[in-house]
Every structure is written in C-alpha cells, then in structure tokens.
C-alpha cells in the first residue's frame, strides 16, 4: 500500500463551516441504521449487485440474443438507469453505495504493484468526461443496447478497469477520476436529498486520529479522500459510508438536507473540468436522445451525401463530437463571456462567472435524464419476468412458470408516460431558473446587475428546454431499420 | 522485482491474455429500439414464430414486426420462406395493409421484418402468413396502436418562455426595492 491519505493543516479545520443541527439520521433508523453501519453492511448491497453484474455477464455471453430476451440488455439499459436516476432524485448515490465493481478491491489491494498515487495532471474530471464521451459513442456506434453480447463485455471492463488501477494506485482513482457511472452518480447527487455530515462538529473538534478519512485498525478510511468535517458537497462522495464505520465516535450522520441546498449555495468548485462536466452532461442527455427518434437518421443521410462520411462511427464521432464537446464548450465560454459583457464587470474572471451558474445545468439535466431513462423504466419496467422467467427455463428451472409472459412490460399506464417526461423536463427548467436566480442574488451585487449575469445562461436553457420537450415528442424510432443506406 | 510483484504482474497478465481471446459468441447485429415479444414459438402450421415489434408503443404510422422462423419438426431456423404480414383494423374502418416481411430491413439477418404504416389508431389484427418448403402456416396477434403523442407549443415553448419573463419580473421587481433601500445605487434592469 502506498501513501495514506491524512489530515493536514492547509485543509479547512472542521467546525469552520456553519452546520445546522442534524436532525434525521438514516444510520440511526432501526433496523436499516443498524445494517448500514455494520461492518459488513456495504458487502451486503455489493454482494447482491455483484450477483446481478455476474447475470448480466453469463446471460449476455451465452443468452438470447435478442435484447428484450436476454436480462444483460435489460438490467443494463432498463432497470439499472431507471434505478439509478429514481435513487439519485430520492435518496442518493445509492448505486456507488452498492457498486459491484469495486468489490474486487480487497483482492486489487493485495496484488498492488507500486501503490503511488493517481499522476496529478490527471486529478480532475477530464478524464471522466473523456470516459462518458467514449461510453455513449460506443452505446450508438455499436447499438450497445441491442447487444447482450457487448453489453456483458462492458460489465467485465467496468470489473477490469476498477481491478487494474486499485491494483495499480493506493487511493480510489477509478472512482473518483475515470468512472463514467460515477462521474454521472457524482454530478446529479450534488441534487440529491442526503448528505454525509457530523452530527457534532465539536465532535470532530477534538478528534486526533480523523478515523473517517484516515482509517481505522479495522475499517479503511475514505476512499476518496474526502472528511466529514469538511464535506460540503456530494460530489466525490459514493456512499460507501467507510467514514461512518471507521468513526469511534459514531459521530457520521447520513441526513437529509434542505432542497437544492448544494446548488443554490456558493459552494460549487472554480474549475474548468467540474464546470464543463456538469454542463456536457446536459448535452449528453439531449444527444442521447436525439439518437432514438427519426430526424438523425436525416442528419446520418446529409453527412453521408454532404461529407462522404461512409461510416457510422465516423458520423456519430462528427455528430456527438459536435453536440457534446463543441457546444458545451461553447456555452461555458460564451456564457462567461457575455455574463462579464452584459454585466459590465470585466474583473470577474470567466471561471468564476462560469462555475457560479453552472449548478443550473445539474437541475436542467436531472430532468432531462429523467424524463428519458423514467421513459424505459415506465414502459419497460416489468419486462424482467418474462427475461428472467425465459432465463431459467433456458436452465430447465420452471420456478416462476412454464411459460414467459411476454404480455409483461409497462410499469405505468400508456398516457402517463408523456406527461411525466413533460412534467420531469419543465421541472428541470425551473429549477434551473430558481437556481440561477438565487446565485445571482448575493451579497455585494445588485439585481439588476446579477440579471444580466444569468441572462445568457437562462436563454441557453431556454433553448434546451424546448429542444428537448421537441424530441420527447417525437415517437421513439425503430432504430437500425430506417438508415438503410446509410449504414 | 520482488515475488509478489512477480506474481501481481503475472496475474495481470494472464487477465489481459484473457481478455484477448477472440469470442464467437457475437451479437447478432443491430436491433431496434423498444422492442416487445409479441409472439415466442408459436406453433404456426409446421413453425413456430417469433414475433417482436417496435417502437413501444406502437403508434399511428409506425409499426415494425420482426418475424424469426423455425421449423417445427428440428428446430431449424428457416431463411428461404415467404413471410407475409396483413393488418386488419378491429375496432372500425380502415383499408388493410398487406406487407411482405423482407430479410432486407431486419435487423437480425436470418429474420424476416416489415414495416406496416397503420392508419389509425385501436385494436388491430395482425396475421402472419408462412409459406415455404415445410408447408403453410399462419398465426394471428391482437396490437394496440396508439395516436401519435403531441405536446402542444404552448406547453412547449410558450411555458419556459413564460417561466423567463416571469424571472425577468420579479428581477426588476427586486431592483426597485434595492433602489429604494439604496438610493446611491445606478444600477437599473
């Protein structure tokens, strides 16, 4: 093992930071406040996961090979993102707190060849924008979704890539720099209603050891770094609740906090790579969703004939290149720019213009996301039994009946589904707005003044409002169908 | 290099080797997005039948059938058939539409696909015809098409623009009471 993390005195001292009292405290519910700190609590969660990742894998390998037949295609693309965004608007990081991937861990640590830290010029987001770019590249070009096969290959590099750098690095660099899952888990849960805290900062005052963050005898200390004290943001944070575990002062509250309480206040990061992440993630959802309805196969047909790009990877690379790298880049610049413009403040430097109304993009985002991943959940939710039933009488198990009902599939009546994606998409967007609002509205800048800051952001939102709402009122394509010629 | 290094070093190794070892289990091409099982091997003269559409839910305009064929008897994925798919509205008026399911546009090489441009939307029948060495068969399933989903422009455009002015209101509202409490101030909306 190399270098443990530890408290050092350029960090901010705990009790510092102002923190309302700690009123609910899920560690401390019966029952589930008991199985959450217990030293084995986490490998529960994970165990399950694991279990479903390795039925991903097997069934994805040798299953059916028809995605709504096989349960790699459908965990993957169905349940896990519905999981995934249901937990995030509700709960939490639920799915870092229960991640399979990083269960091989013990065994990575055991192997570790050199144990040094994760190379500075790569601790940032960059590498996780990098990562998404690639995975939803990949998901189009190869039609992730339509594939067993690739889908359980993507479970076993997700396995790989978390074994070799926990193998090769001593911190949690897989979690924290590289994983796209967590990258995505990391920008919405900074939305989400619970938040590690100390139930009493004094508490935390008086510490010597900082267990939490340092480790104790028996449980590691925080993978990712990050104190308890100190923690003001769920970014970074998987849930793994290490730190509540490692605390001899059982001093580590999981509670809910005000809504939007990360957002609103000025807590967000100055940074490019956090700033362009949450922002390129917005645009992540719109390309993903852009992908499933007709007009981009008019767009794949234009570029084919105005470009004589043959290929598909090559159009998708133009096309998501263009939509998730250049746009959000120009949005980021463009905004700062013309806040500072508008503003007639030239001594605000961009980055702080920029990182001040970025937390509105998490809000629009969130309800892009879940407009279309709620869509999958919603009309395909139940479509599991029939797979699973399929699954086991492939293996003569006649457990859950001799036949499969493929009858089963919607979660929710038909005519809910759209106004949901309506209701989740605008909600988004005044949510975005009431954040932008509030973020201009500080101390030391007049109204009129923080106006005209967040005009230029509130009309880009604007605009991917009503782009969005535009394509989740486009019926979903028959995708690989309707491109012929153009593949 | 110490012996654990040694070892942790081989044990990659072997797991990349692993890695690389060329599969055969490869998916079977493209599919389409939101696809339901209608039908699995069922028994359709001397075939069983798959059948799967898409999108989910099928609506006016657009409705795809995947059709895979198997004989019966051995369970040999049959490829050389004539495959006919028709459409006959249940629940009213509506000319049928007759469309011969085509390996051309299936995703999947070895099926049969075809795209059937319903009129209207209820119930309809929809009949797939067999027709080839083994004999004729022919089966039958129930779809219900729904009306094109339409989100009105007001909702669409008309309320965010709303929710932007209403910011811009209560902005300039916000100046005028800062203006009045500071009266220094030069600012203005």
Known sequence: MGASPSITADQPRPGSIYRPP???????????????RWRWGRLVFQVFFFAVAGLVIYDGLTGPQLAPENSATVLAWVHYRGFVILALLLAGNLFCFGCPFTLPRTLARR?????????????????SIGGLFLIFWLYEWLDLWASPWLTAW??????????????????????????????????????????????????????????????????PGCGTELFVPTIQSNMDCTFCLDCARACPYDNVALSPRAPLEELTHDRWPARWDMVFLVVALTFFGISN???????VYAVHTWMAQALGLESDGLRLLLLFGVLNLALPALVVFGGAGLSRVLSKRSDQPPLQLASRYAPAFVAMGFGIWLAHYGFHFAIAGLTIIPVMQSFLLDHGLAWLGSRPDWAMSRLLPQTWILPMQVTAVLSGFFVALYVLSRRALRPGTTPAIGF?????????????????LSIFNLPMEMRGTFNIGVR | MTRRRLRSAICLIILGLMLSIPSSALG???GTGGRLIRLEDEPAGPYLLRVVSSPSPPRVGSLYLEVRVTEASSGREITDATVWTMATFVDGEAPPLVVEAVHAIAPIPTEYASHLPVSRSGVWQVTITVDGTPGHGETSLLLQILET???SAYLSVGLPLAGLAALGLIFIFLQRSYAKSSPRSSDDV
């Open chain 1, 452 to 468: 005209r800051e967040l005009i230029p952001w509130a009309i880009v939102l604007l605009l991917i409002t009503i782009a969005s």
């Open chain 1, 111 to 127: 192997l570790s060849l050199a144990g040094g830290r994760w190379p500075s010029p790569l601790r940032n987001k960059w590498v």
């Open chain 1, 289 to 295: 969703a852009f992908g499933m309805v007709s007009p």
């Open chain 1, 154 to 219: 993507v479970a076993v590099g997700y396995f790989l890539g978390s074994f070799v750098l926990e193998a090769l690095f001593a911190e949690s660099p897989f979690c924290k720099y590289v994983c796209p899952l967590g990258a995505f888990n990391f920008v919405y849960a900074t939305a989400s209603p619970l938040q590690i805290r100390p139930r009493e900062a004094s508490v935390c005052q008086t510490c010597v050891g900082k267990e939490c963050v340092n480790g104790s005898a028996a449980v």
């Open chain 2, 28 to 30: 079977e091409g493209p």
């Open chain 2, 149 to 151: 989903s339409s989100i």
């Open chain 1, 22 to 36: 700690v009123g609910l405290d899920v560690l401390h519910l019966p029952l589930l406040g008991r199985l959450l």
